[in-house]
Nanobody
């Protein structure tokens, strides 16, 4: 079993930056693939960025070129660097992990954190 704890959320102005972190503990075999998702009020949860064990990343079109996913500390921490923030980036951001598939689909992940709120004002 894997435990995921997000931090680093908060408020930012449009055009600003935030860095989210996700602390990983437990069975690391289940962290072969890791991802960030977000959910805005009244909307479906959507995949933002995913990273495989080799470090290869993939991004949703809405954040490509602005967000960067990375891992550190022997995959004990997952990061999401968010630059050029927009009001539409406002959402609860979740860290997710699984050993099955490199994906931006929430159904492919069984391990989830509690989320951290990001609010971007114009």
């Amino acid at each position: 079993q894997v435990q995921l704890v997000e931090s680093g959320g908060g408020s930012a102005q449009a055009g600003g930056s935030l860095r989210l972190s996700c602390a990983v503990s437990g069975d690391t075999y289940a962290t072969y693939y890791m991802a960030w998702f977000r959910q805005a009020p009244g909307k479906e949860r959507e995949g933002v960025a995913a990273i495989g064990n080799s470090g290869t990343a993939r991004y949703a079109d809405a954040v490509k070129g602005r967000f960067t996913i990375s891992s550190g500390n022997a995959k004990k921490t997952l990061y999401l660097q968010m630059n050029s923030l927009k009001p539409e980036d406002t959402a609860m951001y979740y860290c997710a992990a699984d050993d099955r598939k490199w994906s931006l689909q929430q159904s492919d992940y069984t391990n989830w954190g509690q989320g951290t709120q990001v609010t971007v004002s114009s």
